[in-house]
């Protein structure tokens, strides 16, 4: 089966003064085409840190990423650029849409930063945009939309550009309970559907139950939760 992420041998240290942090240590995980994994750890124990890596946000020390077949541990900033917009797509804790833009602007803006815009962008666009059910606000602004709708914009926004992988980084931490539920649910319907992958960071016990498999960040490693 194919694995669109591997993270082979992965360290990463930050210094603190004197002190280097080792935060990544050792680090080897895979993703499989079609599912959803959640990673779950103390605050401070890496887990951002992991899916920046991952995500072409930031270069390990050492080790590899390999994403869709290519090893970009040692890409620059413009190679990694290139990557994340081809084959990554991120949904933050907060939606991160841009103020000024309209729904439908702000799905456009990744196309066309991604050379993606060709004659059939909009119908795409009011597909993905019924997907999570806000097509009747295409032409809102983010001012206009509450939490949870906000946040449906971010996962068509990272969706739009047909990435194999889907990041998310506490995506549920601003929703309450019930709109938390929708949105991972809403992720892993896209993901099933489209046959993508999604990494979700979350402290969310109650979404467990929704990913296909849970991971543990301890001690700068991901270790396979069971049960
Ligand atoms: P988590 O997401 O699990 O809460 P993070 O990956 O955000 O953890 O952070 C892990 C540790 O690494 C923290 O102690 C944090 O302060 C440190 N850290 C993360 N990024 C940096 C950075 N760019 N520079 C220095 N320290 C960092
Ligand atoms: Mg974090």
């Known amino acids: 089966m194919f694995e669109p992420l591997i993270l082979e041998n992965v360290e990463k240290s930050f ?3 004197e002190k280097e942090n080792h935060i990544v240590k050792n680090l080897s995980f895979s993703l499989r085409m079609g599912e959803v994994v959640a990673v779950v750890g103390p605050s401070g124990s890496g887990k951002s840190t992991f899916l920046s890596i991952a995500g072409a946000l930031q270069s390990p020390d050492k080790g590899k990423v390999i994403v869709n077949g290519t090893d970009i541990a040692t890409f620059n900033e413009i190679e990694k650029a290139n990557i994340r917009l081809d084959h990554l797509g991120y949904i933050f804790q907060t939606s991160n849409l841009v103020p000024y833009l309209k729904v439908e602007e702000q799905l456009s803006l990744v196309l066309k930063m991604a050379n993606q815009w060709s004659s059939g962008s909009k119908r795409k666009i009011k597909e993905m945009l019924s997907a999570v059910e806000m097509d009747h606000r295409a ?3 983010p001012y206009q939309l509450s939490g949870g709708e906000k946040q449906r914009v ?5 969706f739009i550009n047909d990435p194999e ?9 601003s929703l309450d309970s019930n709109r938390s539920m929708a949105i991972i649910e809403l992720i892993s319907q896209i ?10 960071v979350t402290h ?3 979404i467990l139950p929704l990913c296909d498999r849970i991971v543990v960040m301890r001690d700068g490693q991901l270790i396979e939760r069971v049960g």
């Open 15 to 17: 210094k603190d003064g």
């Open 139 to 141: 032409k809102a602004y």
């Open 154 to 158: 971010a996962i068509a926004r990272a």
């Open 165 to 173: 992988i889907i990041l998310a980084d506490e995506p549920t931490a």
């Open 191 to 200: 993901v099933k559907e489209q046959n993508k992958s999604a990494i979700i």
């Open 204 to 206: 969310d016990e109650q």
